[in-house]
Each structure stands twice: as structure tokens, then as C-alpha cells.
Nanobody, 119 residues
Framework: VQLVESGGGVVQAGGSLRLSCAVSGSFFSIYTMGWYRQAPGKQRELVASITDRNKSRYGDSVKGRITISADTYKGTVSLQMSSLKPEDTAVYSC??????????????WGQGTQVSVSS
């Protein structure tokens, strides 16, 4: 089971970008999906997450500018980002709290996608 991300790139400040992530392979159940990011020299931080009951959570630095949506039955999650700032530049990684089988539940991570915001 893998998480496959797409949608990163370079955008000007004030612009928008959409990140997508999909589970590749079969799984039993997904409980939470979301995104973290890590900028050079900084700690990894939560961008947004969403549960299978559609409860979302956002990092303080992105509230009001980012919207997360997911279909946990299909294993897909998207991040719509707007009003991007240079400080949003980071590697964005998708994750899923997922049961790959009835007996195994773990956190799964994507390979990361670069988002660069130019001033």
C-alpha cells in the first residue's frame, strides 16, 4: 500500500495550488488522512487533517487559506491552497491512519511533493 501525491510546483505569492493524494493498493479502512509540511531548517508541522467522520483540523498558520477534503472510502485526499505566501514553501507530505487489513493499522506516508511560493 502506498500514498501517491500530485500537484506540487512553483506559484507566485497570492496564488493558488491544489495537492492531491491517493492510496494505491487495497486497504481495509481509513480513519484519518491529512498533510504535513516541512521547510528547510524547520520542524514538520500539521497543515490539515480530516477524519472518516469528516472532522477537519487545520494548522494555525494556514487557517482560512487552506481547505482539506477527502473520500476515505476511496482513499483520496485533496488540499486546496489559496493566498499562498513565501513562508508556505515546504515539502508537503500526505499521510493516512489506515488499516491495510483487519489485523494491521498504521500510519502511511507519501513521498512528499515540493511547493515553492515566490515573492
Amino acid at each position: 500500500v502506498q500514498l501517491v501525491e500530485s500537484g506540487g510546483g512553483v506559484v507566485q505569492a497570492g496564488g493558488s495550488l491544489r495537492l492531491s493524494c491517493a492510496v494505491s493498493g487495497s486497504f481495509f479502512s481509513i480513519y484519518t488522512m491529512g498533510w504535513y509540511r516541512q521547510a528547510p531548517g524547520k520542524q514538520r508541522e500539521l497543515v490539515a487533517s480530516i477524519t472518516d467522520r469528516n472532522k477537519s483540523r487545520y494548522g494555525d498558520s494556514v487557517k482560512g487559506r487552506i481547505t482539506i477534503s477527502a473520500d476515505t472510502y476511496k482513499g483520496t485526499v485533496s488540499l486546496q491552497m489559496s493566498s499562498l505566501k513565501p513562508e508556505d514553501t515546504a515539502v508537503y507530505s500526505c499521510y493516512a491512519d489506515m488499516a491495510s487489513s483487519f489485523f494491521h493499522r498504521d500510519d502511511y506516508w507519501g513521498q512528499g511533493t515540493q511547493v515553492s511560493v515566490s515573492s
